[in-house]
Structure formats: C-alpha cells, structure tokens
C-alpha cells in the first residue's frame, strides 16, 4: 500500500458513447471485464457502451453498471500493469460501488447486478417527472441548505452533493427545487441550473429505494475492505463491514460529502489522486477542494501512460 496514493472512482454523468474504446485496443482486460459484465446483466453492455444509442446508455439502470465495469476495467488494467496500490480509495455516489470492488469488498459480478438493481429502484422510487436535480454556483454551503428548507414549502428539497467549495447539487420534488433555483438566484448564485437527469438522487425520496436495496444487500457476504475505504455518507471510513453496509444504504438519502472526503484523504497523507474511470469530473472537483494534492486520470491511453509513468 502505497499511503499517499488514493484512487477515486466517478459516478453518474461520466459515461460517454465509445468510453475506454481506445485503450481496449491495446489492452484486453478491458474488453474481459466488460464481458464479464455483460454476462452477469444478460445483455452486451460493450456494445451499448461503444455505439449507443446515447439515451439507452443515459438510462439510470443501464448508465450505472456501464460506469462500474468501465472503472473496474481501469482499475484491473492497474493491477495488471503495477504492483502499486493506493492506501486509500473512495467513490463518488455510484462510484463508491467501484471503490467496494477494489477494495474487495464485493464481487464484481454480484456489484454490477446490484448497481442494475439500484437504478431500477432509484427509477421506481419517483416517476419520471415528478423529481429533479440543480447545480448551485457560488453560494456558501449553509447558505444553500437554507434556501431549501425555505423553499420546501412542505415538500422534499435538499443540497445533494458538496461537491467543491462553491459548488453544490440540490434534489427534491420538482416544483421545489424550482422555487430554491428561483431562491437561490435571488440570493446572488453565480449560476443555478437545473440538471438533464429524471432521478432525484441522494434525497428524502429515495428512502423506499434504500430499504429495498437494504433487502439485496442482506442475500449478500460482504468482505473487510482490503484497502481503506472512505464513504460518501460520513467522510471517513467506516468501522466495520456491518458499517460499510448500512452506510451504502444511507448513501441513497444521504448528501455525498465529497469535499470533506477528498480532505480527510489529504490529511492522512494522500498526495496524489487518480480518477479510475471514465471522465474528468472527480479531478476538475479536486482541484478545488485542496491544492496539496496531485491529480490524474486513467480513461486515455496518455493519461494512464503518464500515470503508469509516475508511479509504476
């Protein structure tokens, strides 16, 4: 284990059609993995991955496993290509599901069924339309979870995601997060715009979700993480695996505390952080978070053969 190293693992909005393609070329765990993967969901995940159609692979159920097999296929070229690991890991969201997998705490298989499940679930929980997800720019945290509760009005509006300083994600019902984008532009946001998703996550409404995700989880034999694991819900790493488990439960209805995450890792000594998956996104949010850390990214062949480079 390598201390100062932490792999990070992105969530939902980092998928993209032909992701990985170019290192699949060249290295064929990636295609494995994504055959394993097929052959536990009973439909080809590649192909969907590589050719679209664009809105099938923007489906919740299907844009969750798509994610998870193409960050467990970097993070399998990884271990294929360097005795390095990190010290820690942790995932964004979804991307937590990832981090499990690396840790050894789940299969891959059974992850990539259960992520499926979760979407079906996260899609059940709030018909399409009824919910919807903002981006809030430039308004202080506390600030932000006052608006919402002002203009919750008796329905379900909270800030989701802290993901950078400055930058947070609010969810609810609909006609909700509409008064707090009104709300919090009134309050001088820099930006507030609602997001292209039709799953409010990481809100009260997700609570049904979780207790039948909760369900799924008990027919399971969930693993010590090998790696330390650092969880969305409380920023730190859980006790034990009983923890692990209700805490991915929580995560559902929880707000993903990623700038605290990233910082805890950066207090323990990490110094650089990979995103192992496809996308930018958890680097661009890092940056922001702290400048004592060092930022990469494996989804390109150049940026995995810099990395490889580096730490190898």
Request: hydrophobic fraction near 45%; charge should be negative.
């Amino acid at each position: 284990m390598t201390n100062s190293l932490g792999f990070v693992f992105p969530g939902q909005g980092s998928q993209s059609v032909g992701m990985l393609g170019e290192l699949a070329e060249q290295h064929a765990v990636i295609k494995e993995t994504f055959n394993e993967a097929s052959d536990a969901l009973g439909y080809d995940l590649w192909a969907l991955s590589q050719n679209g159609p664009e809105a099938d692979l923007n489906r919740t159920d299907r844009t969750q496993p798509a994610i998870l097999t193409a960050s467990v296929a970097l993070w399998r070229l990884w271990c294929q290509s360097s005795s390095v690991r990190p010290g820690f890991v942790a995932g964004h969201s979804l991307g937590e599901y990832s981090a499990l997998v690396a840790a050894e705490v789940l299969p891959f298989a059974h992850a990539v069924r259960l992520v499926e499940r979760r979407g079906q679930l996260m899609q059940q929980a709030v018909p399409e339309g009824q919910g919807a997800m903002a981006a809030i720019l430039g308004l202080e945290d506390e600030q932000i979870i006052e608006l919402c509760a002002a203009a919750s009005q008796g329905q379900v509006v909270s800030a989701v995601n802290f993901n950078a300083p400055g930058q947070v994600v609010i969810a609810g019902e609909a006609d909700a997060v509409a008064r707090a984008i009104d709300a919090c532009k009134n309050a001088g946001a820099k930006r507030a715009i609602a997001l292209p998703v039709s799953v409010p996550s990481h809100c009260a409404l997700m609570e049904s979700a979780a207790e039948q995700l909760s369900v799924d989880f008990a027919a399971l034999k969930w693993q010590v993480p090998s790696i330390t694991l650092v969880q969305n819900v409380t920023a730190r790493p859980a006790a034990d695996v009983s923890d692990v488990r209700q805490l991915l439960v929580e995560q559902l209805y929880s707000p993903v505390r990623w700038v605290e995450s990233v910082l805890y890792m950066a207090e323990q000594g990490v110094t650089d952080l990979v995103e192992c998956g496809p996308g930018k996104v958890l680097g661009g949010l890092n940056k922001r978070c702290t400048k004592a850390v060092s930022n990469h990214s494996l989804e390109s062949v150049a940026g995995f053969t810099a990395f490889s480079e580096l730490f190898a």
